[in-house]
């Protein structure tokens, strides 16, 4: 910590050369206060060997947002849930005015666990599960290729297990699959950007250094420093210019994507990365349910013989009969 200016003024008007008179740390001080600047020097030698690390915290960090908004746009997987539960919605909403949606708000996602069947257990999420992996499971294995005439009406319950545990590690690979969009849920947006702010204005300290050096009358002895100081005020002007663009690019990133999905991103605009707190919490839910539903599928299969089955089985109508109250967002469009 430096002294104020009062405790410099005091030590530096101190003349008694009595070594007793002051304390290891006032000697040391004392010292240091005959070097020009001296302080002001430290500063700008701190902010310059923190540079590189806050750097590349940063780069890094904008990296992951730019990739999260690339995972969210191109999965597969993900598109597919959400068209299962828009389906869903619309079935289960049929004659009433929520019946035809178009689009609905992530949150609802969060929401599907809370709307049950009529046993009371399986949640909306789980129906939605169950009719992608047994979709994605016949996909992969190709069932519908290898089955001919003689056996294309029926097939086994295996081939039914075979199918879903196929298709549950499609499911559950989602998660995987965004890694960065919850790596990006954790990130503070304002903690961000007051990170590059800091780091443009603390530049400053290194151009105050190089112009008192400047106009110091120990100049020549001080050459070396002064080009150290104007070397690297070279570099990282350029870099902080560079990492100025790249958390501009990445916001955009983020406002683009939250758009996508929510229509107006400027309701969103106090927490710009809520969409990936939002994806990151679904993500957790889905992972709970897949290891539900491949633990009952194990059940089916260890607590049934092997017994022939219709081509096109169906799910025991446990969501028809529910009462359609949805969540108020969940059929509502962009």
Known sequence: MAPTKDEEFKLKEFQDVSPF??????????????IPFAFKRVDAMLYIANFDSELEYLKKSFETLEVACEELRNSRMFFKILEAVLRTGNRMNVGTNRGDAQAFKLDTLLKLVDIKGTDGKTTLLHFVVQEIVRTEGSHISGANDHQDSDNIQQYTL???????????????????????VKKAAAMDSDML????????????????????????????????FSESMKG??????????????????????VKEITEYFHGNSAKEEAHPFRIFMIVRDFL????????????????????????????????????????????????ESD
């Open 21 to 34: 008179k002051l304390g290891p740390a006032e000697k040391f001080l004392k010292v240091v206060l005959d």
């Open 158 to 180: 295996q081939d039914e297990v075979d199918f879903r545990k196929l298709g549950l590690q499609v499911v559950s690979g989602l998660s995987g699959e965004l890694t960065n």
């Open 193 to 224: 950007s007051s990170d590059v702010s800091k780091l443009a204005r603390g530049i400053e300290k290194v151009v105050q250094v190089v112009k008192l050096n400047e106009e110091s009358p120990l100049k020549e002895t001080n050459q070396k």
């Open 232 to 253: 690297f005020l070279e570099k990282g002007e350029e870099e902080i210019l560079r990492i100025q663009a790249q958390e501009k690019n990445a916001f955009s990133s």
């Open 284 to 331: 957790s839910i889905l992972d709970g349910v897949c290891k539900e539903v491949g633990k009952a599928n194990e059940r089916t299969l260890v607590g049934s013989r092997q017994y022939v089955m219709p081509a096109n089985p169906t799910l025991p109508a446990i969501f028809p009969e529910i009462i359609p109250k949805q969540p108020s967002d969940s059929s």
